[in-house]
């Protein structure tokens, strides 16, 4: 059995490529776009729109992040980087990309309320638990963490949301009681896919800092087996998702002391957006292997 631990960032170093750059690069390219696909095709989206969306995307880092310092990045050399026209290009540049800002909102208000209600002390029994609270009516109660963890918004809002997705139950007296660490939109599709675009997005940006040279490497590891029975499946997935959520509750509370927000007192310049994401993975190689490296026996 072979397991495979990414160490190389420990030693602050990478392996160089053996392949080509673009053959590399395509390959990389085709198995993030796997799983991609699957999710636009089971959510209808045609391969026209994600074109023309790639195409915005390529002008407009081409234009942000590729610009030559002290000049004005021109329709020229843009066009030039990207291999677009410069009609393409204008045409781009004037495009106004989908956003869907009321669902990120929805997400992040009750995400915060989550983080709030675990870490804050004002809603904490005395042994350090979160308490069990009142919709409202006393001086803490729900509708007060609401307030203070997610601005101006109805708690009763906030509230369906989480009865829904199972984060907070009620007791038998009414009260509402915190019944899980996170919030996860389970069964949302925009929900789910507002994390695919934030979450994602994210872990290529680290893969992407740990490439460049002279930097100072970001955490990135994995551990993985090729041999794991059915049977034990559910037994690891568990065991994964209690010691990730111990392991993500630790940093929180030592990250949270250094966010301004949270702890005013911390002070310091600039402003970064921080975090450490954990998830498990499973996948069946029992597959022909097209599934994996693009070639298939099959034909037409």
């Known amino acids: 059995t072979a397991v495979a631990v990414d160490d190389s960032l420990e030693k602050g170093q990478f392996q160089p490529m053996e392949m080509p750059l673009n ?34 995307v390529y002008v407009d880092v081409a234009r942000r992040e590729f610009g030559i310092a002290g000049r004005k990045q021109t329709d020229s050399r843009v066009s030039v980087i990207t291999g677009l026209s410069r009609k393409e290009v204008r045409r781009l540049r004037q495009m106004t990309p989908p956003t869907n800002t009321e669902t990120a909102e929805q997400y992040n208000r009750a995400a915060r309320v989550i983080a709030g209600w675990r870490r804050d002390p004002d809603f904490h029994t005395k042994s350090g638990k979160p308490a069990a609270l009142p919709l409202e009516g006393e001086p803490l109660s729900f509708s007060r963490l609401v307030l203070r963890y997610s601005g101006d918004v109805p708690p ?38 507002q994390i695919l675009g934030t979450d994602v997005a994210l872990l290529i940006d680290t893969i992407d800092h740990n490439t460049l040279p002279d930097t100072s490497p970001r955490l990135q590891r994995k551990v993985a087996y090729d041999n794991i029975s059915t049977e034990a499946l559910e037994k690891i997935r568990s065991r994964c998702g209690r010691e990730g959520q111990r392991l993500l509750v630790k ?46 026996e099959e034909g037409e």
């Not at 907070?168 to 009681?177: A, E, F, I, Y």
């Open 23 to 56: 053959n590399t690069l395509a390959s990389a390219l085709m198995r993030i776009l796997r799983p991609m696909v699957r999710i636009f095709l089971r959510n209808g989206l045609p391969y026209g729109v994600f074109a023309d969306l790639a195409r915005w």
């Open 251 to 296: 940093l929180d509370k030592a990250i949270s002391r250094e966010d301004r927000d949270v702890n005013p007192e911390a002070g310091g310049a600039g402003r970064h957006y921080v975090g450490v994401g954990v998830y498990y993975f499973e996948q069946p190689i029992d597959e022909p292997m097209e599934s994996v490296d693009g070639n298939s």
């Open 156 to 193: 009763r809002a906030i509230l369906d949301e989480l009865l829904q997705v199972g984060a907070v139950s009620q007791t038998k007296g009414g009260r509402l009681r915190l019944a899980a660490d996170a919030y996860l939109p389970a069964g949302d599709s925009s929900k789910m896919h």
